[in-house]
């Protein structure tokens, strides 16, 4: 059973113009995402992270929100760059129980398009 | 500060064999997830280990093993290697715990079984 979704394997987006990521949950437990971006052969960096008790995150181009009703959570890029090209994962986790683990989605390919 | 390192980066086995891959940690954190990252699964979790100690583990069968060592540097054994075991291997360190801290991933092994 995949509790954390990202339906779209693949994203095209003009250089300049906004890229939204999408992600969905199943387990209302969860109180902690993540979005973890990926270059080929390197492992994945975090990018950035939101409580259950925020529905909104920002920092620089990256802005996450969440959706709680919905269990979807969206990361915005704006503007997009050649450099976001990379692979994104969504990840969320019970952060109040140390001993349960983040559960990450299978990731979006972000194209950026010049 | 070095980041997470792992070693080798690429291996090739054949079915049947065993192989070891080795994992050190951020300098001071505690906590050593392994993932599997194969095409379109993305990133499945496979064990953490925290202060020496398995403190959880994915849904692997039991040919996939790790342990991690007082400096806390892991490792991660798979014997009896399948073709399906071909994969990105990522491990990742935190200070407190994957879901209390935000990970730090190392660049990977990638294993090829023939």
């Known amino acids: 059973d995949q509790q954390v979704k990202q339906n779209s394997p693949s994203l095209s987006v003009q250089e300049g113009r906004i890229s939204i990521l999408n992600c969905d949950y199943t387990?209302?437990?969860?109180?902690?995402f993540l979005w973890y971006k990926k270059y080929p052969a390197e492992g994945p960096t975090f990018l950035i992270s939101i409580s259950s008790i925020k529905d909104k995150n920002e920092d620089g181009r990256f802005t996450v929100f969440l959706n709680k009703s919905a269990k979807h959570l969206s990361l915005h890029i704006v503007p997009s760059q050649p450099g976001d090209s990379a692979v994104y994962f969504c990840a969320a986790s019970r952060r109040s129980n140390r001993d349960d683990k983040i559960i990450f989605g299978k990731g979006t390919r972000l194209h950026i398009l010049p | 500060k070095a980041g997470v390192t792992q070693t080798p980066r690429y291996l090739i086995k054949t079915r049947g064999q065993q192989v070891t891959l080795s994992c050190s940690p951020i300098s001071g954190h505690r906590s050593v997830s392994w993932y599997q990252q194969t095409p379109g699964q993305g990133l499945q979790f496979l064990f953490e280990y925290f202060s020496e100690t398995q403190r959880n583990k994915g849904n692997f069968p039991g040919r996939f093993s790790g342990r991690q060592f007082s400096n806390s540097r892991s490792e991660m054994n798979v014997s009896t290697l399948e073709l399906g075991d071909s994969a990105l291997y990522l491990c990742?360190?935190?200070?407190?715990?994957?879901?209390?801290?935000?990970?730090?991933f190392g660049a990977g092994t990638r294993l090829s079984v023939l």
């Open positions: 990742a360190s935190s200070l407190g715990g994957q879901t209390k801290n935000i990970q730090y």
């Open positions: 387990n209302s437990m969860f109180d902690y």
